[in-house]
């Protein structure tokens, strides 16, 4: 079984993938395709927000 995350570490992780998922995003609309870049960081902030909420489960 997993030990949960600390809060630090939850945020830690959430900027981590924000970054890598946002720059990859950026580099989609730098190059022509503009929806799926904008698609990538929609992704990015919701998987952040997601990762930061505190899991339910003990």
Do not use: D, Y
Not at 24 to 39: N, S, T
Not at 44 to 58: D, E
Request: aromatic share 8%.
């Amino acid at each position: 079984m997993k030990k949960p995350l600390s809060p630090a570490n939850r945020v830690m992780s959430a900027i981590w993938e924000g970054l890598v998922l946002g720059g990859i995003g950026a580099a989609l609309i730098q190059h022509g395709h503009r929806f799926w870049g904008v698609c990538v960081i929609l992704v990015a902030m919701i998987f952040a927000v997601w990762m930061l909420v505190p899991s339910r489960k003990h």
